[in-house]
């Protein structure tokens, strides 16, 4: 059975920096697109960065510059590295991967990060 187990995420203050990371198994982890999205209060889901498997990214123009997506195919681990926060990046976030040949979604549990003075 796929599953993504995440980790990291808490209260960091204005300007700090906060590591997020997923572990996926039950699914050959170098095959799957992976991704990071969060859902602020009130909002839809939204996409933050995705790395493909051959380690193209892509990232929202709001995290562009401050947050960082990579991936270990070896640990089968997914991280996003984000500098910089702002109060504007309080959200939960959740790691998201496309498993196995019809490219079903899997979604971590999710992490509330809170960004506060």
């Known amino acids: 059975q796929a599953q993504l187990v995440q980790s990291g995420g808490g209260l960091v203050q204005p300007g700090g920096s906060l590591r997020l990371s997923c572990a996926g198994s039950?699914?050959?982890?170098?095959?799957?697109?992976l991704s990071w999205y969060r859902q602020r209060a009130g909002k839809e889901r939204e996409l933050v960065a995705s790395?493909?498997?051959?380690?193209?990214?892509g990232y929202a123009t709001s995290v562009k510059g401050r947050f960082t997506i990579s991936r270990d195919n070896d640990k089968s681990t997914v991280d996003l590295q984000m500098n910089s926060l702002k109060p504007e990046d309080t959200a939960v976030y959740y790691c998201?991967?496309?498993?196995?040949?019809?490219?079903?979604?899997?979604w971590g549990q999710g992490a509330l990060v809170t960004v506060s003075s």
């Open positions: 790395i493909a498997t051959a380690h193209t990214t």
């Open positions: 039950g699914f050959t982890f170098s095959d799957a697109p």
């Open positions: 998201g991967a496309l498993v196995g040949v019809g490219r079903d979604r899997v």
